[in-house]
């Protein structure tokens, strides 16, 4: 199975960097008006994907934090319920 994840894994950098290497011709990236500065287009696509992806991570951090405040708030109250269980007189 591992071998069989860095097969796919190198088909995946070789893909990538086949797009690079296809894509080298420059375009001009304007931020401000007057302003603008060249880049290589993948190197755009690059930076405009790892953007995007840090945006996606971040944005689902709130609710990540929120599940593992709860996933420990049922485990106390699992092991409260547990303790009382096991102390409980035998009927």
């Known amino acids: 199975m591992k071998k069989l994840i860095w097969i ?3 088909f995946l950098f070789l893909c990538f960097f086949i797009f690079a290497v296809q894509n080298t011709e ?3 990236m304007r931020l401000l008006p007057g302003q603008g500065f060249q880049v290589p287009l993948a190197i755009l ?3 405009f994907f790892a953007a995007g992806a840090l945006l996606g991570v971040f944005s689902l951090l709130g609710l990540v934090f929120r599940q593992r405040r709860e996933i420990a708030s049922l485990r106390r109250q699992a092991s409260v319920t547990e303790n009382e269980t096991k102390q409980a007189p035998a009927a």
């Open 8 to 10: 796919f894994r190198l």
């Open 26 to 28: 420059s375009v001009v």
């Open 45 to 47: 696509l690059l930076v």
